[in-house]
T-cell receptor, first 114, second 112 residues
């Protein structure tokens, strides 16, 4: 079984530019989560999809962040326009059922905004 | 607001030197407490879930325990390959969203 994959692994952009991160969950996992870890801080929740629907987006920092999961498979997280404080590592995780204990995490995308 | 505090921030051990990592938490009704291991450049990897005070779980050299206020991850006779960051997270029973709150982690280095 293939794990959660994320693309790109690293992204360096300038302030004001747009970046799109992609997450492919484990096949059959309806629940997909996005998290972010800013340097020196804890991993923080951004949002949760159940299939293609946004179940909880309470962690999204502002309207510069847009997440989509068309067709309930892979998900994208777009940051437009990027700001310096958006730098960090963005993780995606998936589970088969909501509330599932074991979240399977991807390797993360390290975003640097200059 | 749910909170998780992990200590120490960093820990250096000699191979074979047993120790414990601490995770203190406050949560409005605990559904589960999770331990993850994270290697550099990788995502967190699930280790254990604990649900109620008094519960213990073991995996190889690791043993996790839970009280009403904290959890310990005991590492017995560690090896260099146990070097990693260990993350603790709690999931509240209320709300229904099942979103975990993470601590900042303990960075463990085991010297040969």
């Amino acid at each position: 079984e293939a794990g959660v994959t994320q693309f790109p692994s690293h992204s360096v952009i300038e302030k004001g530019q747009t970046v799109t991160l992609r997450c492919d969950p484990i096949s059959g996992h309806d629940n997909l989560y996005w998290y972010r870890r800013v340097m020196g801080k804890e991993i923080k929740f951004l949002l949760h999809f159940v299939k293609e629907s946004k179940q909880d987006e309470s962690g999204m920092p502002n309207n510069r962040f847009l997440a989509e999961r068309t067709g309930g498979t892979y998900s994208t997280l777009k940051v437009q326009p990027a700001e310096l404080e958006d730098s960090g590592v963005y993780f995606c995780a998936s589970t088969r059922r909501q509330g599932g204990d074991e979240q399977f995490f991807g390797p993360g995308t390290r975003l640097t905004v200059l | 607001e749910d909170q998780v505090t992990q200590s120490p921030e960093a820990l250096r051990l000699q191979e074979g030197e047993s120790s414990s990592l601490n995770c203190s938490y406050t949560v409005s009704g605990l559904r589960g407490l999770f331990w993850y291991r994270q290697d550099p450049g990788k995502g967190p990897e699930f280790l254990f879930t604990l649900y109620s005070a008094g519960e213990e779980k073991e995996k190889e050299r690791l043993k996790a325990t839970l009280t009403k206020k904290e959890s310990f991850l005991h590492i017995t006779a560690p090896k260099p390959e146990d070097s990693a960051t260990y993350l603790c997270a709690v999931q509240a029973a209320s709300g229904g969203s099942y979103i975990p709150t993470f601590g900042r982690g303990t960075s463990l280095i085991v010297h040969p």
